[in-house]
């Protein structure tokens, strides 16, 4: 299943649901990564998430030893 990473239009940061600090994401993920077989992680984001955020959140991933970065994206829901 991987390792969850959600980020908010309000800059805040999430692994698995847990709030974390920019500073301490690295470190964070690293020690999900260890705990798990499966070093894929898993980006959550919305439309309002600005795309220089996601660059940097992504580039710390791959630094705390990500294999694969799978991007979770919700279908636009059309309005009736």
């Known amino acids: 299943r991987g390792t969850t990473v959600t980020l ?20 964070t993920l690293q020690d999900a990564l260890s705990a798990s077989p499966d070093k894929t992680v898993i980006l959550r984001g919305d439309k309002d998430v600005l795309l220089g955020d996601t660059v940097k959140i992504m580039s710390i991933i791959k630094r705390a030893g990500a294999s694969e970065i799978a991007i979770a994206a919700e279908a636009e829901r059309k309005a009736r």
Not at 8 to 27: A, F, G, H, R, W
């Open 8 to 27: 908010t239009p309000k800059q805040e940061i999430y692994v698995n649901q847990k709030k974390v600090s920019e500073d301490n994401l690295e470190k």
